[in-house]
């Protein structure tokens, strides 16, 4: 009976999502593609406004109370956008670089920097990856040193969703010389803050991302989430909920490109039929399509394991690894079935395109994800070295 009514429920809130979306998101959401982040601060306001940020977040800590579930349907509804970028960076402001904050900040910290970012008002991005290639959860490369009231930051992250409009960065910092990795809280308009955006992107072109240097940058002591020294544990927590994200998002945007490349195959004439009647042509976007499935029904599995307050890192790393793994089959074949037309006919076909294959990197990369599942498997939870290598925070 509970379950019928959950059902129910999610059903009438996909119809809320779906109508919102369509009426108030879905024209600027494809403008960010074409023409930049200019309306993504508003946007993120009127989301925060109608509480899609905060339902699935603590009463606590001034959110809804829901649970992880209507979290993806809501991510399955946007989705239905077609904006890959979009997604990823609505996934940021809602969940990723507010997931630490919600569990570990101080009340101080929640006041100041969760909630406005709940309600739309402030954007928020997670800063993990170092400069030097690498994202090693136990050897941030960006540094701070206590002195008095203030941690002084130095060093460079980069790949930073959001970094070129957020307000405050959670990032993964070093304490020196014994303090070990932390997270801190560092508002972008400290003295010290400097921002270079990628102006060259060859994906997600409705995100925006920057590397952020800082230097010498002054941070109040209050503003650690948690404890000094635990910031690989605390990090770890971000890591599972984005890569379950992703994997929801990652599904719902891979079935749309092989929907895309079937339509254009049904309009493609090859020997006076069409190049979806091929048995090759068929039988592989159907593989495709099963194979969606089963990343769903992974990507179900380990949101409900999150959702429970089950032990989730294996789930959501198998969950990433199969999301990339196919993103990559996936992109190569419809790339290969619109031939000429998807390196110079449509571009939101060829945009889709290259954007699913980024999904292999986000996150995490496939090898990195491998290497954590060794870890997990044989070295234990506590020993895996935890990377995320060179891919977007």
Request: net charge positive.
């Amino acid at each position: 009976m509970y379950a019928h009514q959950q059902q129910n429920n999610h059903g009438r809130f996909r119809v809320k999502c779906r109508r919102f979306l369509r009426e108030h998101v879905a024209a600027d959401a494809q403008q960010m593609r074409l023409h930049g982040p200019s309306r993504f601060r508003s946007l993120c306001r009127l989301i925060g406004r109608e509480g899609f940020f905060a339902m699935a977040f603590p009463r606590s800590v001034g959110g809804a109370g829901l649970d992880l579930h209507y979290r993806a349907v809501f991510y399955d509804e946007v989705m239905r956008l077609g904006e890959l970028g979009f997604a990823l960076a609505i996934s940021t402001q809602a969940d990723i670089a507010t997931r630490a904050l919600a569990r570990h900040g101080s009340a101080a910290l929640l006041q100041r920097y969760l909630q406005p970012a709940l309600a739309g008002e402030a954007l928020g991005a997670l800063a993990f990856t170092g400069a030097r290639a690498h994202s090693s959860l136990a050897h941030p490369c960006t540094t701070a040193r206590r002195s008095g009231d203030f941690w002084h930051v130095e060093g460079r992250k980069v790949y930073i969703t959001n970094g070129a409009l957020a307000d405050f960065v959670v990032a993964l910092v070093d304490v020196v010389p014994e303090g070990g990795p932390t997270l801190l809280v560092i508002p972008t308009s400290a003295s010290g803050v400097q921002r270079s955006t990628y102006e060259r992107k060859r994906a997600v072109a409705g995100a925006n991302h920057a590397a952020i240097t800082f230097d010498g940058v002054r941070v109040p002591h209050g503003n650690v989430i948690g404890r000094v020294g635990a910031g690989s544990a605390i990090a770890q927590e971000s890591l599972e909920l984005e890569r379950v994200i992703l994997t929801i998002i990652g599904a719902r945007h891979l079935r749309n490109c092989i929907e895309g490349c079937r339509r254009w195959t049904s309009n493609r004439r090859v020997d006076d039929e069409p190049l979806s009647a091929k048995q090759t042509v068929a039988w592989m976007l159907l593989r495709h399509e099963v194979d969606c499935a089963a990343l769903e029904a992974l990507g179900r599995e380990a949101l409900a394991a999150l959702a429970n307050g089950q032990p989730a890192a294996e789930l959501a790393a198998m969950a990433k690894l199969k999301m990339g793994t196919l993103a990559i089959r996936v992109a190569s074949d419809c790339l290969h079935l619109l031939g000429g037309a998807g390196l110079l006919g449509d571009e939101k076909k060829t945009d889709s395109i290259q954007d699913a294959r980024c999904l292999a990197i986000a996150g995490g990369t496939n090898e990195a994800m491998l290497s954590l599942l060794y870890g997990l498997r044989h070295k234990g939870v506590e020993s895996c070295s935890r990377t995320k290598t060179n891919s977007p925070s």
